[in-house]
């Protein structure tokens, strides 16, 4: 089945714990994406990855870090975590090229004391 | 950054009404789309339009891409319970591959 899996769906930490979010796709898509979603203020793009290797800023980059070290994966790290990133986060994959259905993963709840 | 402007913001209907919503930006965007979020699941696209003044239907459900490349709306007709969610707008801004999402419209439907 074709699909995008976050791991772990559920997460109450504290501030300044290390803490990375899984996301895994099985498209073999080029193009993944994280977002935020908070109320009132819809999805805000954190980072995405054109391809392995190639990352860049979404609208809301301060504070996470990614890699995309092979296509499936691309994993979003919070090294210092801080009450103000609990939300509720979700991984996006989609195609190369003119494509623009994007694949949303179940969503990662956070929560930062 | 860039922003969507998306209204209303939330609406309740009756079973079988027509729903209308639209987006607004401040700049262009050479692409719209349109998602819904059902409750605890992520967004699922429905309709993506390419061309200033395209219209697409996707079953009940309409979308245009504004002259201007400013704006969209959504039509729902003959909504149904499972119409219920959070409906998105979205747009590629021109030149980059972010992604910019509306605040979305939230939809209750009264059987």
């Known amino acids: 089945e074709a699909q995008v899996t976050q791991n772990p769906r559920y997460l109450i930490t504290v501030t300044g714990k290390k803490l990375t979010v899984t996301c895994s796709q099985n498209m073999n898509h080029e193009y993944m994406s994280w977002y935020r979603q908070d109320p009132g203020l819809g999805l805000r793009q954190i980072y995405y990855s054109m391809n392995v290797e190639v990352t860049d800023k979404g609208d809301v980059p301060e504070g996470y870090k990614v890699s995309r070290k092979e296509k499936r994966n691309f994993p979003l790290i919070l090294e210092s975590p801080s009450p103000n990133q609990t939300s509720l986060y979700f991984c996006?994959?989609?195609?190369?090229?003119?494509?623009?259905?994007?694949?949303f993963g179940p969503g990662t709840r956070l929560t930062v004391t | 950054g860039q922003q969507l402007n998306q209204s209303p913001q939330s609406m309740f209907i009756q079973e079988g009404e027509d729903v209308s919503m639209n987006c607004t930006s401040s700049s262009i965007f050479n692409t719209w789309l349109w998602y819904k979020q059902d409750p605890g699941e992520g967004p699922v696209l429905l309709i993506a339009l390419y061309k200033a003044g395209e219209l697409t239907s996707n079953g009940r459900l309409t979308a245009q891409f504004g002259i201007t490349r400013k704006d969209s709306f959504l039509n729902i007709s003959a909504s149904i319970p499972s119409d219920v969610g959070i409906y998105f707008c979205?747009?590629?801004?021109?030149?980059?591959?972010?992604?910019?999402f509306g605040t979305g419209t939230r939809l209750k439907v009264l059987a």
């Open positions: 996006a994959s989609r195609r190369g090229g003119a494509s623009h259905e994007q694949y």
């Open positions: 979205a747009g590629q801004a021109p030149g980059t591959y972010k992604y910019i």
